[in-house]
């Protein structure tokens, strides 16, 4: 499985994206627009913005998505009229002749009525790891982990993921101790193919994320 970097956007992209956000428009769709992952979006903003200022800018945008939802547009309430009318119209007819009935067979349709599945992440049996990943504990060489929700990059999942706990792997080592406080300490993982044979034990302590980058992996 080939992992794809992650397209670079410009100074002017970023800046049109944030216009975009502001405007209430949609992630999702400003991410197919630009060709990159929402995470993506999120970590240029959050590089551009700094950290204090993403998360106010963060808070806007869900403020600003939320008013959107609760808006209906007028468009809505005119169909909702109209049908309004056409129901009066309907119970106020007279009909007859109901003696007899036809039978309508039944339309069976290839619907797929399978849950939907989380596209977010990526299932950790089919994730390719590379050689080496550092990783950050504790003093009592315990794993050091976080709700899926102090990553601001991931805002935009719903409250439920957010809860997720999750593992940080980090690509290199200078990543790792730019995040490594003084009452932790980075080690190495010469074979992390090792994470898919601990998965259902770390599932069992609550952990059911790992975060390398800007992917989400399912355990």
């Not at 468009?75 to 049908?83: D, H, L, P, Y």
């Not at 399978?114 to 596209?119: H, S």
């Not at 794993?143 to 997720?164: C, G, H, I, V």
Request: glycine share 2%; aromatic share 8%; proline share 4%.
């Amino acid at each position: 499985m080939l992992n794809i970097l992650p397209k670079r956007l410009t100074e002017e992209e970023k800046h049109q994206i944030i216009h975009k956000l502001l405007d209430g428009e949609e992630i999702e769709f400003i991410s197919k627009k630009y060709g990159v992952t929402k995470v993506t979006i999120n970590r240029n903003i959050k590089k551009l913005l700094g950290k204090a200022e993403f998360e106010i800018f963060s808070k806007k945008i869900k403020a600003i998505n939320r008013s959107d939802k609760i808006k209906e547009p007028k468009s809505v309430i005119n169909i909702n009229k109209n049908e309004k009318k056409e129901d009066t119209k309907f119970k106020n007819e007279k009909f007859e002749n109901y003696d007899s009935f036809t039978e309508l067979t039944p339309l069976y349709l290839d619907i797929d009525n399978e849950p939907q599945r989380d596209l977010t992440s990526i299932d950790i049996k089919s994730f390719d790891f590379p050689k080496i990943v550092y990783m950050i504990i504790n003093k009592k060489i315990e794993l050091e982990t976080k709700a899926l929700k102090d990553y601001p990059e991931w805002q935009f999942l719903s409250d439920n993921d957010l809860n997720r706990r999750t593992l940080e792997i980090f690509l290199d080592v200078n990543s790792a101790k730019k995040a490594c406080h003084k009452d932790q300490k980075v080690i190495k993982v010469p074979n992390p193919e090792v994470f898919k044979l601990v998965a259902p034990i770390l599932s069992t302590k609550g952990i059911t994320r790992i975060i390398s980058d800007d992917k989400l992996i399912a355990l």
